[in-house]
């Protein structure tokens, strides 16, 4: 039953993406990227990732279409002029694309629960959470704990990306001061 | 104009349960789905929703950009305050077995602790990053013109500050 | 859950590849971000289909439940996800100073107004 949901997303999030790359208005390709994220979102719940789904809603079908929004908004970009063919690249794509299912054949099939992707470390970690930490939710406690190393950097990087856009677009001063180019 | 009342009172309603739905999810993350960055998105969004709504100087009034500016700073401080006071209690950096009297409320304590600070980050970073976006729009323009491009949502904070 | 084989990877694929493309062969600037963020959630479903475990549950304690999906990719997507919308953040930041400088996002533009020293 998963398994049909599983399928009808994947292949109504593929006739998405056809969508975005064929459309030339930007305003309709930043409206479909924003369907694309919620879809995404939802089959991050059918595949057990609740976390992640619930981020990916909010941030990929709440903050990124506001700003690409805010940003056509800014520029008055309005639609995509095609200037060159697009052969070349259609076949490096394909190309490429065909190496990677090739390679794909290998792997284990999704679910596989003696993959080593589930056998390495992710037991100990459940357990560890079970007896250590006493907290329901894993993912929280690896993100906090286990892995707190990493999400201080993650932190720094959400920080260091706010003040790069201030550094770049300005303070939005009250007043209407030029803007100073330093 | 009447469209605009319905966004208007529904935003008034909605608004304050947004905020506190982002409080829940950032104090309920270690029972469910949930956690600081989901709760610092969903928090930013609230007040961006009030900008969309009410016009970015009504919400620069609610809260300045010099707020905003500090507390994206401030979550950072926390978090990294967290990890400094582990080694000050006698652990490694980001220990938090040591911060409370048993491991076990030490390691609550301390993922409480760092995701606030992770969320208050969030939070603060995305009403700055739209307040940079929309605030060049209105230095741009200089004075609000009539909508010609309809395509974003921002064109109605320039010309109908409600 | 065998059932779905491997269709999740040669979807992801299939995305990745779409991506690329956007990214390659237009030339206007906003859509090329569109394109890297459909390449890097297409990677974001790659990671958690390799984490999924038949008959798993979502990772959360419960009494009932035994068998869990691998956590770890999750912890890292969350990671992922926070990262790029903060790329996307800059780069749309990026394009807006391009487009005071040179008055168009279209590169065959910029290319044409950029002074030749």
Redesign the interface.
């Known amino acids: 039953m998963e398994a049909i949901v599983d399928f009808a997303l994947l292949t109504l999030l593929a006739l998405l993406a056809v969508g975005i790359v064929r459309l030339r208005s930007l305003f309709g390709a930043a409206m479909l990227f924003g369907i694309y994220s919620l879809l995404c979102a939802a089959i991050f719940v059918v595949l057990d990732a609740v976390d992640v789904a619930f981020t990916e809603a909010a941030v990929g079908a709440g903050i990124s279409t506001i700003l690409i929004l805010g940003t056509l908004s800014i520029t008055g970009a309005k639609l995509e002029v095609r200037h060159t063919s697009p052969l070349a690249p259609l076949m490096i794509t394909t190309v490429i694309g065909a190496a990677l299912i090739y390679a794909s054949i290998d792997m284990p099939l999704v679910g596989d629960p003696n993959a080593p992707a589930n056998l390495h470390i992710a037991p100990e970690y459940i357990e560890g959470t079970r007896a250590d930490i006493h907290i329901p939710n894993v993912v929280t406690a690896v993100l906090a704990s286990y892995r707190g190393y990493d999400t201080l950097g993650e932190v720094t990087v959400i920080f260091t990306a706010g003040i790069g856009v201030l550094a770049l677009l300005g303070r939005s001063r009250r007043k209407r001061k030029p803007v100073q180019d330093d | 104009m009447e469209h605009h009342i319905v966004l208007r009172v529904v935003a008034k309603i909605l608004i304050p349960i947004i905020l506190l739905f982002a409080l829940y999810v950032q104090f309920h993350g270690d029972y469910g789905p949930g956690g600081g960055f989901q709760a610092g998105v969903i928090f930013g969004s609230g007040f961006i929703l009030y900008a969309l709504i009410f016009g970015l100087q009504a919400t620069k009034s609610v809260l300045p950009p010099s707020v905003v500016h500090s507390m994206t700073g401030l979550g950072v401080l926390l978090y990294t305050g967290v990890g400094v006071a582990g080694m000050l209690k006698g652990g490694n950096f980001l220990e938090y077995g040591v911060l409370s009297s048993n491991p076990v409320a030490g390691q609550h304590l301390g993922i409480m602790l760092i995701e606030l600070g992770v969320g208050i980050t969030v939070s603060f970073v995305m009403v700055s990053l739209f307040y940079s976006f929309a605030g060049y729009r209105q230095q741009e323009l200089g004075h609000s013109e009539t909508a010609t491009n309809t395509q974003a949502h921002e064109q109605e904070t320039v010309d109908n500050p409600l | ?11 992801v ?10 990214v ?5 600037l ?2 090329k ?3 890297l ?2 390449f890097q ?1 297409s990677v ?2 790659l990671y ?7 008959d ?7 009494n009932g439940f035994s ?9 890292l ?3 992922a ?10 780069g ?6 391009i ?2 400088e040179y008055g168009s ?2 590169e ?1 533009d910029i290319y044409q107004n950029e002074p030749s020293d």
């Open positions: 859950m065998t059932a779905i084989g491997l269709y999740n990877y040669w979807i694929f299939f995305l990745m590849m779409a991506g690329l493309y956007v390659v062969v237009s030339t206007n906003i859509k971000i569109i394109g963020n459909i959630t974001f479903i958690i289909s390799i984490g999924k475990v038949e798993g549950t979502a990772p959360i304690l419960a068998v869990y999906s691998n956590p770890l990719p999750h912890v997507i969350l990671t996800i926070v990262v790029g919308v903060a790329t996307t953040a800059l749309l930041a990026l394009i807006v100073r487009h005071a996002v279209d065959e």
